[in-house]
C-alpha cells in the first residue's frame, strides 16, 4: 500500500513543471527557431531552462540591438521575432524597438522578466510599470498571473502578434511565476472574443472598387507594406498587369512590385522619383493597398491627390479615412482582396495617354547626381545593386543612406527590403542585418549604414563575429549627420548645429578589433574592386565607404509642401 | 459637439488604462467616463461622453477603441433614441432658515437629501446631463461645499423610434 502511494507520488512529482518548462513547451510548439534575447536576474529561472534548448539563442549586446534584430528576422521570415529582457532596465531598453515594430506592423513576441509577485509594486530592485509602459506601443500586453495560463498566454500572442495588421505583443512573466512548480495544465482555448481581423473583403465595395477603375483614366495603384505583410506580391501583378495600373510604392512598400516592371513607376514622397509625386497629384483614381498615408509620403495634406477618388484597401479599418477622405473603403486582407479583383474581371481603363504621360515623366525626370572628385553615394549604391545582381537584402539605418538605397537599389523581389519606417529609429541597421541574415542564412545581405546609425549600435558587431554571419557592413561615411546637416543647410541658414562629427574613430580598425575584415573605399576604382572581392565571398566584412560629405538626397518635398513642390528635379 | 459613445469590455486588469491611454495618444478630449458592471459575468459596459470637432473624428476614435483587443463593441449612440443617466452628490449649505428653500427646490427636480447635519445637506440627484446642470445652477447661491458626479452611463432604448420622425402639429 504503502509502496503503491509512493509511486504515484514520485509519479506526479516527475510530471510536475515550472513556469519557465511551460514557457518554452509554448515556444517550440509555436516553432521558433531563434530567441534574441539578454539575460538578467528577473529572468535566471527562464535562462537556466534555456540552457538545455534546442532553440538557437542571440546574444545581442544591448536589449535595444535585440529587438531590432526581431525585427529584420520578422521583417524577412514574415514570422514574429521572439524576444527575451530582464526586468526594469532590460525592459526599458526594449521601449525604441516595440514602438518602431508597432509603427511599421512588424509581428513580435517579446517577454519581459517582473520582479516577483509579492513585491510588485514596492519600487524593488529592477522593477519597472512594464505594462504601463508599453500599453501605447504594443498591439496587445500581458501579465502573467498565474503559471497555468502561460500556454494559452503564449498562444493568443503569437496569434494576434501575426494575424490582422501584425505587431508586437510583450508578455511580462514574475520571477516567481517563471519558477513556480504546478501540474501540466490543461489545454486552454484561445480566448479573444475582442479580437476578430475582417480578413475577406465585402464584395459590393470590390465590385464598386473594379468599377471605378474601369471608368477611370489617370488611375494608380499604391502599394504598401501591407502588400509585403500579406504577401500578395504575385496578386499585385496579376491585377496590375490584368487592369494595366502603373504602381506607386511607399518606402516601406519596396520590393512588393517588380521595379523592373514596365508598369513600375518609382517611390513616392519626400524624397520619391518625380513621376510617382506627379502621379499621385494627377491621378483620377488612386488605389491604396496596404499603405496608411503616412505624412512623409502625402506631403501636405491639402494639395495630396486632389483630382482622386480615393479607394483603400487595408486590414486595419482605423487606417481608412484616417488622414485622407476615401471614397471606396475595403476593409479586407491585401491578398484576399487582390484575389477578388483579379476574379471581377472588369473591363480594364482607356488610359494609354496616362501611361505615356507617366514613362515620359520617368524618362525626363529620373534621379539623378552630380559628378564630382569626390565619391558619389548614389554611385556607390548602384555598384552595389549591379554586383548584388540586385538579389541582396538591403538593411539599413535611416538618415540620408537611407534615402539612397531606397532611390537606386532596384528592388525585383519581395522581402530584400528592411529598413525603420515610421519611427525612424537610427541604430536600428546594424542589429536588424543580423536578423535578416539568421532569417535567410544563405542570402547576402548588406548593412547600408550611416557613420552616425552606426556608432549608436557598434556594439553588434560582436554578434556578427560570434554567429560568423556574412554580413557585408556598408558605412556611408560622411563625416556628419548627413539628413540633420542637409536640413540645416536648406532651411537653417547653414548653421550645423551639432550634426558634424569628423572626429571618429578608425571604423576599419574597429571591425579588426572585433574580428571582422575592414577596408576603407575613397575613390570609385577603389570601390569597383574592394565591392567585387568581398560580396563574393561568404564573410562578413565592414566597409568605410569615404563620400561626398557635401551631398544631398533630392528630389526633396519641404515640409509643408505638396507632393507636386518638389526641388532638386533636375540638375 | 458631444458624442456619447458606448461600449463593452472585456473585464481585465489594465483595461480601462488602455482605453484612457488611447485617448491621450490621440489627442482626444473626454468629458466622463463611466465604469461598470453588465448583466454578462466578466465583462464591463463603459460609457464615455466626449467632445469632438467633427463626425470623421468620432468615427476614427470608435474606430480606434474598436481595434483594442479587450474591447468587445463600440456604439456611438449619440443619435440614437437613448436613456442617459447621471448621478451627483452635491453637499450645501444650509441654515434653519433656508433649509426649506432648498426643500421646496428639490422636490421637482425629483432630487432627494440623503444626509443632514447641522450646516449642510446632503443632496442625491439624478438624470440626465443638463437635469444636473440647471439643479447645480439653482442650488449653486446656498453655497456649494462639495460636489461629485458619476458621469453618463446610457444605453440605447429598447424601442428605436425611426429618426427624423416629422413632428405632427394640429391646426385646428
Known amino acids: ?199 475577406q473583403p465585402n464584395y459590393l465595395q470590390i465590385k464598386k472598387l473594379s468599377e471605378a477603375v474601369s471608368r477611370a483614366n489617370k488611375p494608380v495603384i499604391l502599394a504598401g507594406a501591407g502588400v509585403l505583410l500579406s504577401k500578395a506580391s504575385n496578386e499585385l501583378k496579376e491585377y496590375a498587369e490584368q487592369q494595366q495600373l502603373p504602381v506607386i510604392h511607399t518606402l516601406l512598400g519596396l520590393g512588393g512590385f517588380p521595379a523592373d516592371h514596365k508598369l513600375f513607376v518609382g517611390m513616392a514622397g519626400m524624397h520619391g522619383c518625380y513621376a510617382s ?100 553615394p548614389q554611385k556607390v549604391m548602384e555598384m552595389l545593386y549591379e554586383k548584388t545582381t540586385g538579389d541582396a537584402i538591403v538593411v539599413t539605418d535611416v538618415g540620408q543612406h537611407q534615402m539612397w538605397a531606397a532611390q537606386y537599389y532596384q528592388f525585383n523581389q519581395a522581402n530584400r527590403w528592411v529598413t525603420s519606417g515610421g519611427l525612424g529609429t537610427m541604430g536600428f541597421g546594424l542589429p536588424a542585418s543580423i536578423g535578416a541574415q539568421l532569417a535567410d542564412p544563405d542570402r547576402c545581405v548588406v548593412a547600408v549604414l550611416g557613420d552616425g546609425g552606426f556608432q549608436m549600435s557598434t556594439q553588434e558587431l560582436t554578434v556578427i563575429k560570434e554567429l560568423n554571419l556574412p554580413v557585408k557592413i556598408a558605412i556611408f561615411n560622411n563625416l556628419s549627420l548627413g539628413m540633420v546637416r542637409q536640413w540645416q543647410e536648406i532651411f537653417y541658414d547653414k548653421r550645423y548645429s551639432h550634426s558634424k562629427i569628423p572626429i571618429q574613430p578608425s571604423f ?18 577603389e570601390a569597383e574592386v574592394i565591392l567585387e572581392e568581398v560580396l563574393s565571398n561568404r564573410e562578413p566584412v565592414l566597409l568605410d565607404i569615404r563620400i561626398d560629405p557635401h551631398e544631398n538626397v533630392y528630389p526633396m518635398i519641404a515640409p509643408g509642401k505638396g507632393l507636386h513642390e518638389m526641388v532638386g528635379v533636375k540638375p | 459637439m458631444k458624442k456619447i459613445i458606448s461600449m463593452t469590455v472585456m473585464n481585465r486588469p489594465g483595461v480601462l488604462n488602455r482605453i484612457t491611454n488611447l485617448f491621450s495618444k490621440r489627442n482626444y478630449n473626454i468629458e466622463s467616463i463611466s465604469v461598470g458592471l453588465t448583466e454578462q459575468e466578466g465583462v464591463s459596459r463603459i460609457t464615455c461622453v466626449i467632445h469632438v470637432e467633427s ?118
Open chain 1, 277 to 376: 509625386n506627379m502621379g499621385l497629384s494627377e491621378c483620377d483614381l488612386l488605389i491604396n493597398i496596404g499603405a496608411r498615408f503616412d505624412d512623409r509620403l502625402t506631403g501636405n495634406l491639402q494639395f495630396f491627390a486632389p483630382h482622386a477618388t480615393v479607394a483603400h484597401i487595408d486590414i486595419d479599418p482605423a487606417e481608412i479615412g484616417k488622414n485622407v477622405q476615401t471614397a471606396i473603403p475595403v476593409v479586407a486582407d491585401a491578398k484576399e482582396a487582390l484575389k477578388q479583383l483579379v476574379k471581377q474581371n472588369g473591363k480594364p481603363p482607356v488610359h494609354g495617354e496616362w501611361l505615356e504621360q507617366i514613362h515620359k515623366w520617368q524618362e525626363e525626370y529620373p534621379y539623378y547626381y552630380g559628378e564630382s572628385a569626390a565619391l558619389k
Open chain 2, 55 to 172: 463626425d470623421r473624428e468620432a468615427e476614427q476614435i470608435t474606430k480606434q477603441l474598436n481595434k483594442q483587443i479587450d474591447i468587445l463593441k463600440v456604439t456611438d449612440i449619440s443619435d440614437q433614441a437613448i436613456v442617459a443617466r447621471e448621478l451627483a452628490l452635491i453637499k450645501v449649505l444650509s441654515t434653519p432658515q433656508t433649509r426649506n428653500e432648498l426643500y421646496a427646490l428639490i422636490e421637482p427636480f425629483r432630487a432627494a437629501v440623503i444626509d443632514i447635519s447641522k450646516d449642510s445637506l446632503v443632496i442625491q440627484i439624478t438624470g440626465e446631463s443638463e437635469k444636473i446642470e440647471a439643479f447645480i445652477e439653482l442650488i449653486k447661491p446656498y453655497g456649494i461645499k462639495e460636489l461629485a458626479r458619476t458621469g453618463t452611463t446610457a444605453f440605447p432604448r429598447g424601442t428605436q423610434k425611426p429618426v427624423n420622425t416629422q413632428k405632427t402639429y394640429s391646426i385646428v
Open chain 1, 1 to 199: 500500500m504503502l509502496q503503491q502511494a509512493a509511486i504515484t507520488e514520485s509519479k506526479a512529482k516527475a510530471k510536475m513543471v515550472t513556469g519557465a518548462d511551460l514557457l518554452l513547451e509554448a515556444l517550440e510548439k509555436e516553432k521558433v527557431e531563434v530567441i534574441f534575447g539578454y539575460p538578467g536576474g528577473a529572468v535566471l529561472p527562464i535562462y537556466d531552462k534555456l540552457y538545455d534548448s534546442k532553440i538557437l539563442h542571440v546574444l545581442p549586446r544591448h536589449e535595444q540591438g535585440g529587438i531590432h534584430a526581431a525585427e529584420g528576422y520578422a521583417r524577412i521570415s514574415g514570422k514574429p521575432g521572439v524576444v527575451i529582457a530582464t526586468s526594469g532596465p532590460g525592459a526599458t531598453n526594449i521601449v525604441t524597438g516595440l514602438t518602431d515594430a508597432m509603427m511599421d506592423s512588424l509581428p513580435l513576441i517579446v517577454f519581459t522578466g517582473q520582479v516577483p509577485t509579492n513585491v510588485i509594486g514596492s519600487d524593488a530592485f529592477q522593477e519597472a510599470d512594464v505594462l504601463g509602459i508599453t500599453t501605447p506601443i504594443t498591439k496587445y500586453n500581458y501579465q502573467v498571473r498565474n503559471i497555468e495560463d502561460i500556454p494559452r498566454i503564449v498562444k493568443e500572442a503569437f496569434y494576434i502578434a501575426s494575424s490582422g495588421r501584425p505587431g508586437p505583443v510583450l508578455i511580462d512573466i514574475p520571477k516567481d511565476i517563471a519558477a513556480s512548480v504546478s501540474k501540466p495544465p490543461e489545454e486552454q482555448e484561445i480566448k479573444l472574443p475582442g479580437y476578430q481581423p475582417t480578413v
Open chain 1, 508 to 525: 576599419v580598425k574597429l571591425a579588426e578589433a572585433y574580428g571582422i575584415k575592414g577596408y576603407e573605399i575613397n575613390t570609385a576604382e
